[in-house]
C-alpha cells in the first residue's frame, strides 16, 4: 500500500500497456437493445451493415459474448506513441479545495488530436486498412473526432473525408487546418457534393449545419464509393470497446499504487470517455466482485440522462443510419452553445469541465463529513482549439440556455413509432 | 545497455528529476561576456540590476561561478504537475526515412503553455513572490512565454501584465485568451499606457509593434511601479540556468537506457531551448570528459548565428535594456514571418521544425554511410497556436524571406559603438 506516497502521475511501463480491449457487453445479463434497420424496425444483420462499417468493425459491433478482444500489435506500437497516458494525483486541486479527499484524474489530452478519441480512430482506420480500403468517411462537429481520424489516416496512407459541421467550420478554422495538416480533406456541411446535403440546402438556405446532417452526407458518400466505408466516434459498441483502454490502463494504475477509487466520474454525451473509462470497473460491479459510485456529467443545456427518454430514436438528420435506443432528447433537439472552466494547470476541454465540476462537489462533500474518499475522474481532452468560447467567457458574452419543458417537448414529438 | 529494447518514452521516477540545476558558466574557461549599461558602457552591477530584477535572479544572473543551484521545493512540486517530460524514440520518423540511425527527442510541449518555457517561467515566479512582491511584466510575441509566466503567476497568485506584439494580438486570439483565462492582462504594444509607447505610436501611427517595443514598455511599468519586477524568458544567464532542466532530464534518461548520443540538435532564437538541452552535455566536453557533436538550427529569414555579427547590441527599441554580447543582425533588422512542418504524430512549434529537419538530414546522412548514430533533438513545443501559419500554407499563400546582404547591412549599421 503506497497510499500516503503517490506520485502526481503514475505511469504505466509500455510493456504493461492491455494487450486487448474489454467488451463489457460480456458481463451484462441484460444486453443493450440491437440496432434496428430504420426501414424494417428489425434487428441490423452483419449482412446489412458491411456496406457501411468495416467487416471487423461490424463483428466487434454485434458481439456481446466475447469478454476480450486482443489488440492488434500495429495498434499496440501507435498507441505507445502517446500511450499509456498518466493517472495523476492532483494534489494541486486538493490543496485548493482543502479537502480530505484524494481526487485522481486519467488525462488523455497528451496527444496532438487533443483528446481520447484517437484510441478508437486508430482502431478504426486500421480494420479499414487490413479489409483493403481506400478511405473512410465521417463527420465532426468540435473536431476532436476529426483530427484523430486525420492523424490515424495519415499514419495508415487512408484517404479521409471530413463533413465537418458549417457553424464549426467557420468558427473553428484552427481544428480545420489541423486536420488539413494531416492530409484529410474537410468539407462543410451541408455541401452539394451529396443528395442528402443539396436536399437540406435547398429547404433550408442559411442552415449553420447539425452533427446529424453531416453524418447523414458522411454515411451517403461511403456508401456510393466503392472502397470507402464510414467511420463514427462515439455512441457505438466498437467504439466503448477501443475506449476500454482508458478504463483498463486506470485501473492497473490504481493497482500499482494500491489504490481503490471509490467514485468514477466522467463527462457523457456520445459516450465514448464515460464507457471506456467504466469499463473495467463497471464489469467488477457486473461480477460482483466490487462496487463503485460511477457518476456521469452532463451540461444542464442538453440533458439526456437526466431529462431525456430512454427510446428508439434516429442517429441522423436524413434518417438512413440505423435507429439506436438511448437516452434522447430527440433528434430535432438543438442544444444552446455551452462551456466551462479550468484546473490543475490543465486548460481543460469544456465536456471534461463537466467531470471536474463533479468531482469538485463530490471532494467538497468529503470536506464537510471528513471522509477520505479517493475520487477518479476522466480528463478527456484539452481546449486548446475551443478558445473562442473561453473569449466569449472572458469578454463577458457567453451565454448558456437551460431548456424548458417546453422545448423538450417538441424534440420527443419527434421520436420514431418503435415499441420501447 | 538496452540499446536493442528502447521504448518509446523513457520517463524519469518523478524522485528522480534532478534537484539542481547546472549553471554551465562554472565550466566555460572564456566566461560570457556581460551585461553593459546602455548610459555608461560599463559592466552592470547587482545594485543596477536589482531595480528591474527579483533580487536572487540577479544573483543567478552575474553568478559564473557555482556549478549548481538546488530548485527550491515548491519549484520541483510545481515541475511535478508536468515533468519529468519524456525522452521519446522517434521510432515512426526512423521507419519512415529507413535510417539506421536512432532518433530521439526530448519532448516540452505536453503543458499548457504548450512549450518549455514554462521551466523558467515557474522559477521567475517563485522568486518574485518569496521577494513580497505584487506582480511581474512581460512582453511576448508568439505567446509562448507570456502563456507561461501567466499560467506560473496564477499558481502563485501574483498579478501579471504582457505587452504583446500587436500583429501577434490580432493574429493569435487564442494565445491572449490562454494568457487572460489564466488571469493576466494582456495588452497590444504599442500602447498608450507607456512613455515609450506613446512615443513611438507618434512616430509610427500604423505599426504593428515589435519585441523590442513591448519589451521596452514592459521594463518601464516594472521600474515605475513598486513592487513589480520584469521578467524575461530567453537570452538572460537565468534562464538558461532554469532550462538545464532539460538537458539534466535527457540526459539521466539516456543514462538510463544505456545510450549516450552522437548528435544534440536544438532550434535557436533567444537560446533557451537550445541552452538548456545542451548544458549537461556541454559541461562535459568542457570538462573534457565526453565529446558530442552540437548544431544549432536557425531560419534562414533570420540568421543571427549563420550571418550575424557577435557584438554588443541593444535588446529593446527603447534603448533602456542592458546591452547584451551576441550574435546579431542589428536591433533594426525584421525577420519576414517564417514557418515549418510536421512528424511522429506532433504538430511542433514551427521552431520545433527546425531541429526536426536538421536531425531528418543527419539520419539521411546515416543511411548513406551506412552508420547507426543516436540523434538527439529538442522538440521544444507544439504548434496548436500557431495555426494561422499553417492555414497559410495549406492555402498555398505562405511566402517567406530569406534577406539580402543589403538587407543585412542596414541591420549592422545600427549596432552601438562599443569594443567588441
Same mark, same amino acid.
Not at 442517429?315 to 438512413?320: E, F, K, P
Given at each position: 500500500m503506497l497510499v500516503n506516497n503517490i506520485p502526481y502521475k503514475t505511469y504505466l511501463a509500455e510493456s504493461e500497456i492491455p494487450n486487448a480491449w474489454y467488451n463489457l457487453r460480456a458481463d451484462m445479463k441484460v444486453k443493450p437493445a440491437p440496432l434496428l434497420n430504420p426501414g424494417t424496425g428489425k434487428p441490423l444483420t452483419a449482412d446489412e451493415l458491411t456496406p457501411i462499417f468495416c467487416e471487423e468493425l461490424v463483428k466487434q459491433e454485434l458481439d456481446? /459474448?466475447?469478454p476480450y478482444f486482443p489488440i492488434p500489435k500495429e495498434i499496440l506500437d501507435f498507441y505507445k506513441m502517446y500511450r499509456p497516458s498518466p493517472l495523476v494525483r492532483a494534489y494541486c486541486l486538493e490543496k485548493v479545495l482543502d479537502t480530505p479527499a484524494r481526487i485522481y484524474y486519467k488525462f488523455e489530452g497528451n496527444n496532438t488530436s487533443g483528446s481520447h478519441k484517437l484510441n478508437s480512430a486508430i482502431a478504426q482506420a486500421y480494420y479499414a486498412k487490413q479489409q483493403g480500403l481506400k478511405g473512410v468517411t465521417t463527420e465532426t462537429g468540435a473536431g476532436q473526432w476529426g483530427t484523430a481520424l486525420s492523424m490515424a489516416c495519415a499514419y495508415l496512407g487512408l484517404d479521409c473525408k471530413v463533413f465537418m459541421v458549417k457553424v464549426s467550420y467557420e468558427q473553428k478554422p484552427f481544428r480545420r487546418e489541423v486536420m488539413r495538416t494531416y492530409g484529410a480533406s474537410v468539407t462543410p456541411s451541408p455541401s452539394m457534393e451529396t443528395e442528402v446535403g443539396k436536399k437540406i440546402l435547398a429547404e433550408h438556405p442559411g442552415t449553420t449545419g447539425s452533427l446529424g446532417c453531416a453524418i447523414s452526407e458522411a454515411v451517403e458518400v461511403a456508401v456510393k464509393n466503392p472502397g470507402y466505408r464510414y467511420v463514427l466516434g462515439s455512441v457505438l459498441n466498437q467504439v466503448l470497446l477501443h475506449q476500454s483502454i482508458i478504463g483498463l490502463e486506470a485501473k492497473a494504475a490504481f493497482d500499482k499504487i494500491g489504490v481503490r477509487p471509490d467514485i468514477i466520474i466522467g463527462c457523457a454525451g456520445g459516450g465514448s470517455n464515460l464507457g471506456g473509462l467504466i469499463a473495467p470497473f463497471m464489469g467488477e460491479k457486473l461480477r460482483g466482485e466490487a462496487d463503485y459510485r460511477i457518476i456521469a456529467v452532463e451540461p444542464a443545456s442538453c440533458p439526456s440522462f437526466t431529462r431525456g427518454k430512454f427510446a428508439y430514436d434516429f442517429? /441522423?438528420?436524413?434518417?438512413?443510419c440505423p435507429l439506436a435506443k438511448m437516452y434522447t432528447l430527440g433528434s430535432s433537439f438543438i442544444p444552446s452553445p455551452n462551456h466551462a472552466g479550468g484546473s490543475e494547470g490543465i486548460l481543460p476541454a469544456p465536456e471534461s469541465s463537466h467531470a471536474i465540476r463533479a468531482a469538485i462537489d463530490e471532494a467538497l462533500k468529503c470536506k464537510e463529513s471528513g471522509e477520505q474518499k479517493d475520487i477518479l475522474f476522466g480528463l478527456t481532452g484539452t481546449g486548446y482549439f475551443d478558445l473562442k468560447a473561453y473569449e466569449q467567457f472572458n469578454d463577458g458574452v457567453m451565454t448558456d440556455y437551460i431548456p424548458t419543458d417546453e422545448d423538450l417537448a417538441k424534440g420527443f414529438a419527434g421520436l420514431p413509432k418503435i415499441d420501447a
Open positions: 456481446n /459474448d466475447t442517429c /441522423d438528420t436524413g434518417m438512413i
